[in-house]
């Protein structure tokens, strides 16, 4: 059967993808609204756009890429005009030779589409497979980013004296907004939000540049430009972020808000000195976030209430603790959301303001100009508060302000970096609290950790082995999921991140054994004995539930 004979509809119905008699009903509305089969299948919700390309790979036996992270060679991106790739639907995705162009296609039985790339690039062609939106998205970033390339090199050129009257004709009457590095820089912002990156690394090397995004806690490649660009790239972020681009000798830090794609977005810029040049990272935090709430941050339903009935007691202290990147700040913030009323007055001291919230009272810490956390905190108690947050216990004079302010009918919810909750007491009794005041003042210590969530599109079940279950407490041949990869979730097998909790009550027990000075361990003990559910625990029951994977699980906890 050759491919001019080759009927979708067929391909899909072999595969098992739809019966005969949807194909038939998609077939009879195909004729009434003249859309391509595909479309009409999607629409009524028979198959999506993953399963289409999958069961059109397996059939033709092509592979089935994911564009989302990858990156296209220049010579493909010349061959094929943006215009006639968005009309065929292509993307150029590389170059072997002299004779073989390699693209990614979103209907393989396009014949015709084949044929006009023969004849416009006198190369044979070989094809890959992608969905419709994947493609469109991957040629509105490639096509975008080659033209700014080239353009911003050509200003880069025209600065050092070379091309100067080309540049200028190019320029005549474009504002500074449209130059081209503006236009890059702008490009690199706009994709990382698309992508969702908590972070931008630009980094300089040998022979180019590179950039690369953070998402769900995993870098990945993202851009690479000319090494000659990146001192300009360098310039115009520090411009935009209010920082000296004459001192290239010493780290600085500097501030941007931008409004991106309908977002507002806060970008907090930090550069660095290398040996090729000036590594910059951008964080990313979209005052939008709807991270933000204790619906959302994964609390199993039980932990919820238990929070919520924490959060009513009427003094005391409250922590969070966990390494840097655990997701500390969103609960603390989806904690001041559930606290926000007109009749109560927050006020909170942050190294920076991460997510602004109406109707709360929000410090930004400037260490330069005096104001410590302890100082602020001094200020905050004659501000006649009722809810106070601290950005982050660093401490003794910071501690023993927080303390103080709990025992004086404070609520006070604050952060330390310790592994787990029973630490957090040993970690404030290490700093020169005394232990009657720790148990006094602290109410609870909620520990946590970020796992990523298993793609919905691609995770796969299995059964766990007899010798891993036996380890982990479980029954043997319990079926768990594991990560696959596909286009929707750039080929990782995950998206998104959810949080795990341990959440320690300081009952009448704790206090006694936290006065006494008993260890680490033994308090864990203590805890765990009167119903704490540790880390593990708590991502293993996420796992089971088909939410993430054992290996994300194992990787974040401990037994």
Partial sequence: MTMEKIRLGDLLVKAGAISESQLQRALEE??????????????????????????????????LVSLSRFKPMPEALRLVPEQIARRLEVFPMSVSGSDLLTVAISDPLNVFALDELRMLT??????????????????????????????????????????????????????????PVVKLVNNMLEQAVREGASDLHLEPHERSSRVRFRVDGALFDALEYPRGLHPAVVSRVKIMASMDIAEKRRPQDGRIIIKILEHRIDLRVSSLPTVYGEKVVIRVLDQSNTMVGLDRIGFEL??????????????????VTGPTGSGKSTTLYSMLERLNKPEVNIVTVEDPVE????????????????????????????????????????????????????????????????????????????????????????VATIAQRLVR???PECKERYAL????????????DIPVWRAVGCPSCRGTGYRGRTAIFEIMVMDDTMKRSVVSGESAVALRKKALEGGMRSLREQGLRKALQGETSLEEVLQVSMA
């Fill in 30 to 63: 195909q004729r009434l609204t003249h859309s391509r089969l595909g479309e009409v299948l999607i629409k009524n919700g028979w198959v999506t756009e993953r399963h289409l390309a999958g069961a059109l790979a397996q059939q033709l036996k092509k592979p």
């Fill in 302 to 319: 039980d932990d919820k209430e238990l929070i919520e009935e924490l959060l009513n007691v009427p003094h005391g202290i409250l922590l």
């Fill in 465 to 476: 082995s007899e010798s891993l279950a036996a380890s982990l407490g479980l029954i043997a």
């Fill in 355 to 442: 997510y602004t919230i109406s109707g709360i009272n929000q410090v930004h810490v400037n260490e330069k100009a005096g104001l410590s956390f302890a100082e602020c905190l001094r200020s905050i108690l004659r501000q006649d508060p009722d809810k106070i947050m601290v950005g982050e216990i660093r401490d003794l004079v910071t501690a023993q302000m927080a303390i103080r302010a709990a025992l004086t009918g404070h609520t006070v919810l604050s952060t330390l970096h310790t592994n787990d909750a029973p630490s957090s007491i040993v970690r404030l009794v290490d700093m020169g609290i005394a232990p009657f005041l720790v148990a006094s003042s602290l």
């Fill in 453 to 455: 969530k298993l793609c």
């Fill in 122 to 179: 006198g190369m044979e062609v070989e094809m890959n497979l992608a969905t419709p939106t994947e493609i469109r998205r991957a040629l509105d970033t490639a096509y975008i980013v080659q033209e700014t390339f080239t353009d911003a090199g050509i200003e880069v050129m025209a600065s050092q004296g070379i091309v100067e009257t080309e540049l200028t004709t190019r320029m005549d009457g474009v504002g500074a907004e449209e130059a």
